[in-house]
């Protein structure tokens, strides 16, 4: 099975832009979450998606939103980017979610914004 | 909201020395992941933990999940340098709709 697939894996905003990042999740699972992962914060969880509901969400503002497509696939989305916004984007999928089963991460996407 | 801390941070060993690094929880969980991360990678799920007081083996790693299902350690015995990476705890909390809090990892450095 292929793994999780994130895109882009690299990007570069200025401040006040937005950003859409995607993740396809592991062939037959029905849980994404993203999570920030910054050098002094740790894994940070943002939200998790499942049979495209919002299940859970973590304590971001509102510039930090998401969806899920029928297919499992799942975007995020920045708006009014800040320089605090730079860090590895990180989307796992598991079958269960809510950490009841294995979260399988991708690759990450590595944001700047300068 | 549930916290979970992780201690130490940092942690440099001459290879073949031991290491251990510990989970605490602000409160009760459902269960309990590791995962580890090398360098310029991702999270890799290493393990999860239900019961109290379980104990489960990997090679040389020991993970351990205490009897009030509070907190949990993951011990490796004669570190290798393959062992180098940061590695995470991650607790769930019972009931419905909970989500996983990650602990902020344990950077843990090999000296060869």
């Known amino acids: 099975k292929a793994g999780v697939t994130q895109t882009p894996r690299y990007l570069i905003k200025t401040r006040g832009q937005q950003v859409t990042l995607s993740c396809s999740p592991i062939s037959g699972h029905r849980s994404v979450s993203w999570y920030q992962q910054t050098p002094g914060q740790g894994l940070q969880f943002l939200f998790e998606?499942?049979?495209?509901?919002?299940?859970n969400k973590g304590n971001f503002p509102g510039r930090f939103s998401g969806r899920q497509f029928s297919n499992s696939r799942s975007e995020m989305n920045v708006s009014t980017l800040e320089l605090g916004d730079s860090a590895l984007y990180l989307c796992a999928s598991s079958l269960e979610g809510q950490g009841r089963d294995t979260q399988y991460f991708g690759p990450g996407t590595r944001l700047t914004v300068l | 909201g549930q916290q979970v801390m992780q201690i130490p941070q940092y942690q440099h060993v001459q290879e073949g020395e031991d290491f251990t690094t510990y989970c605490n929880s602000s409160t009760t969980l459902s269960n309990i992941q590791w995962y580890k991360q090398r360098p310029g990678g991702h999270p890799v799920f290493l393990i999860q933990l239900v019961k109290s007081g379980e104990v489960k083996k990997q090679k040389r790693l020991t993970f351990q999940f205490g009897e009030a299902k509070k907190n949990s350690s993951l011990h490796i015995t004669a570190t290798q340098t393959t062992d180098v990476g940061t590695y995470f705890c991650?607790?769930?909390?019972?009931?419905?709709?909970?989500?996983?809090?990650f602990g902020i990892g344990t950077k843990l450095q090999v000296i060869p």
């Open positions: 991650a607790g769930r909390p019972p009931g419905g709709y909970q989500k996983v809090t």
């Open positions: 998606y499942f049979s495209e509901t919002q299940r």
